[in-house]
């Protein structure tokens, strides 16, 4: 870990995951507030069961060709619950959460190390089958994305890959899918039309109910509201609340606001650096890293 | 200044005006005196002895041009995916540069390669099924190779412009890349990749060189009609080789004429079918229409009601029968070339059952091995592909080069062409390319800077768009025809250098002008404004601000187009070239002159024991258009480094 920046200086009491990476190098950020970093190493302010946590990110260190994106991020991701990460442009939010499935594999030059444990297995160890992995992890991503076909078959793409060829089970899919995503009611009668034909909320939402439909565990999303209106953002808002009843979700997001509106638990990051994770409420209210805090009160990013 | 270009740029719509005047004109008399219908459906083409019923090399077009196209889908369509979906992205570049150099070789070359390899090849394959050497099997292999760099070019664009987004939705679902590429990419791309193959088909319709050398240029029906091994005709090939013997006025010259509007006409169905295409293409990828079976689009089946139901519940079965039984009428129509009917029935139902099986295991197994197995095949295409291009380009160099000395390159043609050298041939096409860089750059420069920078959406110039569009899709032996009536017989310069100087120089300006034109466009405004703020007049600011910052675009479409120009044979063959004469260096631009493209075709259908003059011709040639290539190329490479916008 030799790339870390962050000196242990003291020990925390709430998080027993911390314990690991009690030896950390300092380098030589060029950054204003490396003091700060320096004299605060400690970042996780949560306390999760360990038998909570879905997704378990250990010390993830990122590179882009020669340029690090991440370094030494830690981040527990709990079941059933929403976990929210912000940070201003370009600290590696999404990049984080593009690790998660492993999108990262399709940039090229792109070089990962570190553990992402998910049910005690890391999602980088060599023999991992990737297409299997992101069945079980899927992903929402910025911009809404359907592809050109039917919305029916935008739902049953991903069933039909997983080899289900029965049309009644097909259509049972369709349909869950579409209730679950909260999109039945408005496209019913229009199943066998292009989705191309939705407006952006919609398409938002077909997206999430394609996602669902191989039934994954986790589901990312990246940014899912930044293309969206205030009322199409609202429903995806509501519709992720109603998701982590049974599945749980990551959300990266740049807006502040809407983190504090749905999210558990909340990761603040910047320029590659997981600065402070903990409970949304308590970051909101008492955050305890300066940096979060000006952040927060938007006198930076 | 914007009046003379605006003058200058409407030339393009007077040379397609002229064109059409002076190909219509000439075949006013076959119009007559044949009749449109007993020219389109008669059977007998038979100039000696008055007959003029072009329907068996109208066919005979159409069926080389299928054949052409049935070889070059799988290839082009295979390759262009594993450019674009398959490779590393770093290969990309220099494959599609690889591809670009089929482009380049001249026809009458691979008519050549045609005539010595593919022809003998053939004919110890099916020595019992050849009776001539020529074939249609062969003009369709060749005009397939030839098809390939605008298939796969134009396929790669439209599945390399299928947003990111796609792959990601997909591959974030768990799906292969493999199933990604197969099942969201190529149908959202499948307009495009229509596009290409009918691009394609456009490209080896308007072929004449290379089909004319390997067909056997015979007027009759393969018998029965998919007998692939049977002697064909084409329009171009026909047009390429009775139009030296038809003498001016009569029947016979009038009825080529028609023949030659008769391909125009299917060039230009051709070229509008893909431009309805691509623009459907753009709308998808924006909104797309509802997808519904084609029999509801043309209101075959009622898409309301049971039976329509039952069609739409069981499209992908109807589909596969629809194909399957395809496959068991073509392999019967293979089959029965070689053995009789009913063996031939027998293998058929054989090898359809074979691929129905091997495609149902397909269909089981894992999807990471499916994925292994599908760019397995994918690349062994790309490996097909490159390996046809390194053997036509090395098998002639390795013939050629050790015919070349300085006598070959500077000796005039001796006992027929049987020795000497080709000095006057060499000489001839540096003085064509010459003349015609001299009156295609101005046309096509001042052309282009009228369109990227002067022209509004006026009918104007929507007129000289088209028109640009419609020289650009016109076959090369129609310029020759053109050049033919109007150059050599209207203005009376006989077969003279300057009418080759003019019809090569038309044929190529609609590249010079869309190259010029994109070049431009893409200079940003930013400096258009920085050089008018400071006081600079419009003609001002783009001779000293913007065209120096386009040169590298513009030079490299002139150089491309000029070596294009330089490989050319049909054009020239009817105005300018000569086989050899007693004065084989032109004296004036009024006489004629060799040129290395003709003196190739001549020597290789003309001159028996000629075999290592053609061999060192063709290397000749091939040297200079792929020098010329070589050299556009740097000169891309080294703006794109230098000026990043």
Same mark, same amino acid.
């Given at each position: 870990?030799?790339?870390?920046?962050?000196?242990?200086?003291?020990?925390?009491?709430?998080?027993?995951?911390?314990?690991?990476?009690?030896?950390?190098?300092?380098?030589?950020?060029?950054?204003?507030?490396?003091?700060?970093?320096?004299?605060?190493?400690?970042?996780?302010?949560?306390?999760?069961?360990?038998?909570?946590?879905?997704?378990? #990110?250990? @010390?993830?260190? /990122?590179?882009? +060709? $020669?340029?690090?994106?991440?370094? =030494? *991020? &830690?981040?527990?991701?709990? %079941?059933?619950?929403?976990?929210?990460?912000?940070?201003?442009?370009?600290?590696?939010?999404?990049?984080?959460?593009?690790?998660?499935?492993?999108?990262?594999?399709?940039?090229?030059?792109?070089? #990962?190390? @570190?553990?992402? /444990?998910?049910? +005690? $297995?890391?999602?980088?160890?060599? =023999? *991992? &089958?990737?297409?299997?992995? %992101?069945?079980?992890?899927?992903?929402?991503?910025?911009?809404?994305?359907?592809?050109?076909?039917?919305?029916?078959?935008?739902?049953?793409?991903?069933?039909?890959?997983?080899?289900?060829?029965?049309?009644?089970?097909?259509?049972?899919?369709?349909?869950?899918?579409?209730?679950?995503?909260?999109?039945?009611?408005?496209?019913?009668?229009?199943?066998?039309?292009?989705?191309?034909?939705?407006?952006?909320?919609?398409?938002?939402?077909?997206?999430?109910?394609?996602?669902?439909?191989?039934?994954?565990?986790?589901?990312?999303?990246?940014?899912?509201?930044?293309?969206?209106?205030?009322?199409?953002?609202?429903?995806?808002?509501?519709?992720?609340?109603?998701?982590?009843?049974?599945?749980?979700?990551?959300?990266?997001?740049?807006?502040?606001?809407?983190?504090?509106?749905?999210?558990?638990?909340?990761?603040?990051?910047?320029?590659?650096?997981?600065?402070?994770?903990?409970?949304?409420?308590?970051?909101?209210?008492?955050?305890?890293?300066?940096?979060?805090?000006?952040?927060?009160?938007?006198?930076?990013? | 200044?914007?009046?003379?270009?605006?003058?200058?740029?409407?030339?393009?719509?007077?040379?397609?005006?002229?064109?059409?005047?002076?190909?219509?004109?000439?075949?006013?008399?076959?119009?007559?005196?044949?009749?449109?219908?007993?020219?389109?459906?008669?059977?007998?083409?038979?100039?000696?002895?008055?007959?003029?019923?072009?329907?068996?090399?109208?066919?005979?077009?159409?069926?080389?041009?299928?054949?052409?196209?049935?070889?070059?889908?799988?290839?082009?369509?295979?390759?262009?995916?594993?450019?674009?979906?398959?490779?590393?992205?770093?290969?990309?570049?220099?494959?599609?540069?690889?591809?670009?150099?089929?482009?380049?070789?001249?026809?009458?070359?691979?008519?050549?390669?045609?005539?010595?390899?593919?022809?003998?090849?053939?004919?110890?394959?099916?020595?019992?099924?050849?009776?001539?050497?020529?074939?249609?099997?062969?003009?369709?292999?060749?005009?397939?190779?030839?098809?390939?760099?605008?298939?796969?070019?134009?396929?790669?664009?439209?599945?390399?412009?299928?947003?990111?987004?796609?792959?990601?939705?997909?591959?974030?679902?768990?799906?292969?890349?493999?199933?990604?590429?197969?099942?969201?990419?190529?149908?959202?791309?499948?307009?495009?990749?229509?596009?290409?193959?009918?691009?394609?088909?456009?490209?080896?319709?308007?072929?004449?060189?290379?089909?004319?050398?390997?067909?056997?240029?015979?007027?009759?029906?393969?018998?029965?009609?998919?007998?692939?091994?049977?002697?064909?005709?084409?329009?171009?090939?026909?047009?390429?080789?009775?139009?030296?013997?038809?003498?001016?006025?009569?029947?016979?010259?009038?009825?080529?004429?028609?023949?030659?509007?008769?391909?125009?006409?299917?060039?230009?169905?051709?070229?509008?079918?893909?431009?309805?295409?691509?623009?459907?293409?753009?709308?998808?990828?924006?909104?797309?229409?509802?997808?519904?079976?084609?029999?509801?689009?043309?209101?075959?089946?009622?898409?309301?009601?049971?039976?329509?139901?039952?069609?739409?519940?069981?499209?992908?079965?109807?589909?596969?029968?629809?194909?399957?039984?395809?496959?068991?009428?073509?392999?019967?129509?293979?089959?029965?070339?070689?053995?009789?009917?009913?063996?031939?029935?027998?293998?058929?139902?054989?090898?359809?059952?074979?691929?129905?099986?091997?495609?149902?295991?397909?269909?089981?197994?894992?999807?990471?091995?499916?994925?292994?197995?599908?760019?397995?095949?994918?690349?062994?295409?790309?490996?097909?592909?490159?390996?046809?291009?390194?053997?036509?380009?090395?098998?002639?160099?390795?013939?050629?080069?050790?015919?070349?000395?300085?006598?070959?390159?500077?000796?005039?043609?001796?006992?027929?062409?049987?020795?000497?050298?080709?000095?006057?041939?060499?000489?001839?096409?540096?003085?064509?390319?010459?003349?015609?860089?001299?009156?295609?750059?101005?046309?096509?420069?001042?052309?282009?800077?009228?369109?990227?920078?002067?022209?509004?959406?006026?009918?104007?110039?929507?007129?000289?768009?088209?028109?640009?569009?419609?020289?650009?899709?016109?076959?090369?032996?129609?310029?020759?025809?053109?050049?033919?009536?109007?150059?050599?017989?209207?203005?009376?310069?006989?077969?003279?250098?300057?009418?080759?100087?003019?019809?090569?120089?038309?044929?190529?300006?609609?590249?010079?002008?869309?190259?010029?034109?994109?070049?431009?466009?893409?200079?940003?405004?930013?400096?258009?404004?920085?050089?008018?703020?400071?006081?600079?007049?419009?003609?001002?600011?783009?001779?000293?601000?913007?065209?120096?910052?386009?040169?590298?675009?513009?030079?490299?479409?002139?150089?491309?187009?000029?070596?294009?120009?330089?490989?050319?044979?049909?054009?020239?063959?009817?105005?300018?070239?000569?086989?050899?004469?007693?004065?084989?260096?032109?004296?004036?631009?009024?006489?004629?002159?060799?040129?290395?493209?003709?003196?190739?075709?001549?020597?290789?259908?003309?001159?028996?024991?000629?075999?290592?003059?053609?061999?060192?011709?063709?290397?000749?040639?091939?040297?200079?258009?792929?020098?010329?290539?070589?050299?556009?190329?740097?000169?891309?490479?080294?703006?794109?480094?230098?000026?990043?916008?």
């Amino acid at each position: 870990m030799k790339f870390g920046l962050f000196n242990k200086t003291e020990k925390p009491s709430s998080d027993p995951q911390s314990e690991e990476k009690a030896v950390q190098s300092p380098s030589a950020p060029r950054d204003k507030n490396t003091e700060e970093w320096e004299n605060n190493g400690q970042f996780i302010f949560a306390e999760i069961p360990s038998d909570d946590i879905a997704i378990d #990110i250990k @010390g993830i260190n /990122l590179w882009y +060709g $020669e340029k690090q994106a991440l370094y =030494d *991020v &830690d981040l527990p991701v709990r %079941r059933n619950a929403i976990t929210a990460l912000i940070g201003p442009s370009g600290c590696g939010k999404s990049t984080l959460l593009r690790s998660i499935n492993r999108m990262n594999d399709l940039v090229d030059g792109c070089r #990962i190390e @570190g553990e992402m /444990l998910f049910h +005690g $297995e890391n999602l980088y160890d060599p =023999d *991992v &089958d990737i297409n299997s992995l %992101r069945t079980r992890i899927g992903m929402i991503f910025q911009k809404p994305n359907p592809f050109p076909m039917t919305i029916r078959e935008n739902i049953t793409y991903g069933p039909k890959i997983h080899g289900i060829k029965d049309k009644k089970e097909l259509n049972e899919i369709v349909e869950r899918c579409l209730q679950q995503a909260a999109l039945y009611d408005e496209v019913a009668d229009r199943l066998d039309t292009s989705a191309l034909g939705l407006s952006g909320g919609q398409q938002q939402r077909l997206c999430i109910a394609r996602a669902l439909s191989v039934n994954p565990e986790v589901i990312l999303m990246d940014e899912p509201t930044s293309a969206l209106d205030p009322i199409a953002t609202s429903k995806i808002e509501d519709l992720a609340l109603q998701l982590k009843k049974e599945y749980t979700v990551a959300i990266v997001t740049h807006n502040m606001q809407q983190a504090s509106r749905i999210a558990d638990y909340t990761g603040f990051m910047y320029l590659g650096k997981m600065i402070e994770f903990s409970e949304t409420g308590k970051m909101f209210n008492k955050p305890i890293k300066a940096m979060t805090e000006r952040y927060l009160t938007g006198r930076f990013g | 200044m914007k009046t003379v270009l605006t003058a200058v740029a409407s030339v393009a719509i007077l040379i397609v005006f002229l064109i059409i005047v002076f190909t219509l004109s000439s075949s006013w008399d076959a119009i007559g005196d044949v009749g449109i219908l007993d020219f389109l459906f008669g059977t007998q083409w038979s100039p000696s002895s008055g007959a003029y019923g072009a329907a068996a090399i109208i066919l005979g077009t159409l069926l080389v041009t299928l054949g052409a196209i049935a070889f070059a889908i799988p290839l082009g369509i295979g390759a262009a995916i594993y450019i674009s979906e398959v490779a590393n992205p770093k290969a990309r570049n220099t494959l599609k540069l690889v591809c670009e150099i089929f482009a380049g070789i001249p026809s009458v070359v691979y008519g050549f390669f045609g005539l010595l390899v593919l022809l003998p090849l053939l004919q110890d394959i099916f020595q019992d099924q050849l009776v001539y050497s020529q074939s249609w099997l062969a003009g369709s292999i060749l005009l397939g190779i030839m098809a390939l760099p605008t298939v796969i070019s134009v396929a790669e664009d439209a599945i390399h412009s299928v947003p990111q987004s796609y792959r990601e939705a997909s591959l974030a679902m768990g799906a292969t890349r493999w199933e990604t590429t197969i099942k969201v990419i190529v149908p959202a791309a499948i307009s495009g990749i229509t596009a290409a193959i009918i691009l394609g088909i456009g490209r080896a319709i308007g072929e004449t060189m290379a089909v004319m050398m390997v067909t056997g240029n015979a007027t009759i029906f393969p018998d029965p009609i998919w007998n692939i091994f049977s002697l064909i005709s084409t329009i171009t090939g026909i047009l390429a080789l009775e139009v030296p013997e038809a003498s001016v006025g009569d029947l016979h010259y009038s009825s080529l004429f028609l023949l030659a509007i008769v391909l125009m006409v299917m060039v230009l169905v051709i070229n509008l079918a893909s431009r309805i295409i691509i623009k459907r293409m753009k709308r998808k990828l924006g909104v797309e229409p509802p997808r519904q079976a084609i029999f509801f689009k043309i209101g075959l089946i009622p898409s309301q009601g049971s039976f329509g139901d039952w069609i739409s519940e069981h499209k992908g079965i109807i589909t596969a029968a629809f194909v399957y039984l395809c496959m068991l009428v073509f392999v019967w129509m293979m089959a029965s070339l070689f053995t009789g009917d009913l063996t031939a029935l027998i293998v058929s139902v054989v090898v359809t059952a074979v691929v129905f099986a091997v495609q149902k295991v397909f269909e089981k197994i894992d999807s990471t091995v499916k994925q292994q197995v599908a760019h397995g095949g994918l690349t062994v295409i790309m490996v097909v592909v490159i390996l046809i291009l390194i053997f036509i380009i090395g098998y002639i160099l390795m013939n050629g080069l050790s015919a070349i000395d300085w006598e070959f390159l500077t000796g005039v043609p001796t006992n027929g062409g049987r020795d000497g050298g080709i000095g006057p041939a060499i000489v001839g096409t540096l003085e064509l390319m010459a003349g015609t860089a001299l009156i295609s750059l101005p046309l096509g420069i001042f052309t282009g800077v009228y369109l990227a920078e002067y022209a509004k959406d006026t009918k104007l110039t929507k007129l000289i768009r088209e028109a640009i569009d419609l020289l650009n899709g016109t076959p090369s032996i129609v310029f020759g025809l053109f050049g033919l009536a109007f150059f050599v017989r209207v203005l009376d310069f006989g077969v003279s250098m300057v009418a080759g100087w003019f019809v090569l120089a038309f044929m190529i300006m609609p590249v010079i002008i869309r190259t010029t034109e994109e070049a431009l466009t893409a200079v940003p405004h930013d400096l258009r404004e920085a050089s008018m703020a400071m006081g600079a007049s419009k003609w001002r600011t783009i001779v000293r601000v913007i065209l120096p910052a386009a040169m590298g675009g513009v030079m490299t479409g002139t150089i491309l187009s000029l070596g294009r120009a330089a490989g050319e044979t049909a054009p020239i063959m009817f105005v300018a070239a000569v086989s050899s004469s007693t004065a084989p260096y032109a004296d004036s631009i009024f006489d004629s002159v060799m040129a290395l493209p003709f003196h190739l075709y001549y020597l290789a259908t003309h001159v028996v024991g000629s075999d290592a003059m053609q061999y060192g011709t063709a290397t000749v040639l091939l040297v200079i258009v792929l020098g010329m290539f070589a050299i556009a190329t740097i000169i891309r490479n080294h703006y794109n480094k230098k000026v990043k916008w």
